[in-house]
Every structure is written in structure tokens, then in C-alpha cells.
């Protein structure tokens, strides 16, 4: 079996690398919803504990945007280092529409089509032009670039990244050839710096214009909690301007240079240096170690400092989006020519394969679009079944395992009726 072949196909690791974000942000999403009701609300959790490392799981969106950048970017990339075909640019983004558009309309059919209009005053909202904003917004996947389309009618806050992604997939194939290479670190350190330039000047400088330039009627925040329209909070919005694509790209850059590594490791991988089995060893030992060190560093560190510390924002997510980067190449090593197996077996023999490679991480891996996007909307409907039939003692952990359940239920169910059969008629790339 040549070098590609082996590499193409699936890698329990990288499933498990996005079990891993998807289990990340339904943490997250559980401990915001159900927090309270078992007594410890968001952002009073006790450092070091489970809750507190939940509370970090708002950054697992920016492991799947590093895989992203590293997973769609390496076909170009292998073919820049001459051991691949050329990615055709309209068959791209056919496998980028069937992969992301069926799922996607279901959701939005359902939960606009048919939850909506059931809460009061739904109807009327959707039939304003505040509802025809988020009806087209969300349709063209451009929410979350504006204001009154970002919260999703406060149904779904999850799906302001979607946006994001979507955008990284138009622009991909002209950023690729930056990542060529050794013009990969240039590129790295250019992203960085917009970044960090993004998030240092534009809430400052974006939020008063948007407040100044968009009708108050448009300027609309749904509150999650309480579900009413209301006008967007000053700090919200400076929030929504931080999170746009020039403030993300960084997580991008980081999948895509470790990519841009992967491509020439893979391009020399015929060669098989004597060294390369023990440098491949080391990365497996330094992934392990950053992966459990961020674990136990981010169980530490409060809900408010991940939100609003500069500190953090430009100097310790970076650091992290980095150690992403290399756990993600790491685990891409696991599936090779020259990657580490026991005799007669497919999967990884080092510990970072066994961890990644094992069996739930990697089955939530295959689901994990779909449980991202119904995950929110079947914990907020728990959660609402729970505070209609009143505060009953130990009623709220059943609530929020019930919602677990049927989250994973539905997500299954999307995924066999549309990522299966729309999204895998290709090898996976993203």
C-alpha cells in the first residue's frame, strides 16, 4: 500500500481528536444549561474540578477550526510537495456543500420551521424583518456576520461558528500557497498578528459604528436564558466583533502550518530515516503531555478570565492554539507508513493512539457535526421540561442525562439521514 492510501484513510486518532472538541463543547453547553440547577451555576465552579475544566470547553470550537485548517488544507499541500494529485476547486467545494449544507438545512428547517412558530410570538417574529435578516442570513451561512442574525433567534447559540468555517472555506484555496513549504512560519506569524491586531483594535473601533450604522430595531441580541429580543449589550457586541473571521484566523493557521509540516514528512516519508520512528515517538510523548498539562491548566483557570483577560486573549489562547496544532499533526502520524503498530494490527501502539483511537472518542468523532448542531437545542428543551415540571430534588441530573441521551439520539439519526448519505461519498477531508 503506497504512502497516500495509508494516510487516506480513516484515522481513529483524528476521530477522536474531534470526538474530543465535541465532547469539549457539550460539556460546556451542559454546565451553562443545567449549572445552576445542580448548584454550582457558570463560573462558580471549584477550581481544578470537572465543572471548571467544562467551563473552558467555550475554546473546543477552536480545536475543530485547527483541524479544519490542517484537514483541508493538506491535499493542496501534498500536492505543493509533489506527492498528491492537484484538488480540483469545483469538486472542493462540492465535497465542502455536501459535508456542511444537508445537516446544516435540516437543523434550520426544523428548528425554525417548526419550533419557532410554536413559542410565543414566533410567528410575528419571523414574519418581521428582524426574522427575514435570520431566515437569509442563516441560509447563506453569513449569521454571524451581522448583529441581529448572531444569536440565532436565541435558539442556537452554537452556530455562530459554522459562519466562521464557512467563510475559512471560501478563502482556503488562495491561502494555501502562503503555507507552502517554509513560507508556512511567515504566514503563521502574519496570522498571528492579525489576530492579535483584530482583537486588540476592532471591538473598539467596529462596535460603535455598528451601534451608529444599523437601525435599533435590527440591533437585536436573544437572550439564551430568559429568550426575549433585546437590544445588543455594549460588551456582547464588542464580543461579536472579537469573534469574526480576521480574530480566529490564527486557529487556522495553526492546522494549516502543521499541515504544511505533515505534506513534507509525508513527501520524504519513502526515504524513511532511521531518525524519523523516534522523532514521531517524541511528538506522540510532547502531545500527550501538552494535552494533559492544558487539561489541568484550563481546570484552573476561571470562566471570566478565558472571556475577558487580555492576558489570555493574546497571549495564552495563542499558546494554546499552537499545542493544538502540534496534537493534531501528532495525531495525524498515527496512520503511516512509518508510525508506530503493534504486529498485525491498523491502530496506533503509542499512548497518544490508544487515547485518541479508543472507541467512544472515535464514535463521537464520526457524529460530531451533528451532535455540534442539535446538542444545544435538545439540552435547552431538557432543561425547559425540567423547569416546567418544578425543582424536584435529583430531578435535574435526570433532566440533564435525559437531554444527553437524546442528543446523542437525534445527532445519530442526522447523521445516518444526511452526513452518511450526503457528506461520505469521498475519503474525509474535513
Known sequence: MTAIAAIQQRNPALDGLRGLAILWVVAFHARALFGASLGSGLGSAQPGSAAALAESGLLGVQLFFVLSGFLLALPWLRHAAGNGPRPGLG???????????PP????????FGLVLPLLPGGLALLASQLGLLNLAAHGLLLHFLHPGSASSFGLNMALWSLSIEAQFYLLLPWLVPWFTG???WPAL???LGLTLAWRLWAPALLAPWLITNIPPELLIYFDPVSGRAIPYPPPLLGLFVERQLPGECFAFACGMAAASLAARLEANDRRAPIWRPAGRLLLDHLALA?????ALALSRLPLMVLITDPGWRLLGQPALLVSLGLVVLAAHLQQGPSAARPAGGAASSSALGRLLGNGALAALGLISYSLFLWHEPVLRLARAIHEAAGSISGAAAGALLSGLVAALMVALLSYLLTERRWGRRHI???
Open 104 to 111: 446544516l438545512y435540516l437543523h434550520l428547517a426544523l428548528l
Open 290 to 294: 501538552l494535552l494533559l498539562g492544558w
Open 428 to 430: 474525509p477531508t474535513g
Open 189 to 191: 506569524a502574519a496570522a
Open 182 to 184: 517554509r513560507r508556512a
Open 91 to 101: 469538486g472542493y467545494f462540492r465535497r465542502r456543500a455536501r459535508r456542511l449544507l
